[in-house]
């Protein structure tokens, strides 16, 4: 009887505690899926390749650089003095994303 009142105390606190803390804390967060289909052929390229071909076209820190699905790379690079948005096709194109 006593461990099922401590149980009952203990459990009572903690939703009291649950409910002191802000609605942000509870937030659920949707699980990440691939885009991705099962048996899309990715290109070979790599980082490093990217990372040679935005230095040479004059771009400088590239950052946040990933491949999606469609083998074009995404991230952000400086460029005079501004950090933009720019993708690299498939087909050697780099092109401004976004604003």
Do not use: S
């Not at 802000?22 to 691939?34: C, D, G, N, S, V």
Request: glycine fraction near 10%.
């Amino acid at each position: 009887m006593k461990t099922r009142l401590m149980l009952i105390a203990v459990l009572a606190g903690i939703g009291g505690l649950a409910a002191t803390q802000p609605h942000e804390a509870f937030r659920l967060i949707a699980t990440a899926y691939a885009a991705c289909e099962p048996g899309t052929p990715l290109d070979k390229t790599t980082i490093d390749e990217i990372r040679a071909r935005l230095t040479k076209a004059g771009y400088t820190n590239p950052q946040n650089l990933r491949k999606g699905c469609d083998n074009t790379w995404h991230g952000t690079v400086t460029k005079d003095g501004a950090q933009i948005n720019i993708a690299v096709t498939t087909d050697g194109h780099i092109v401004q994303e976004g604003d």
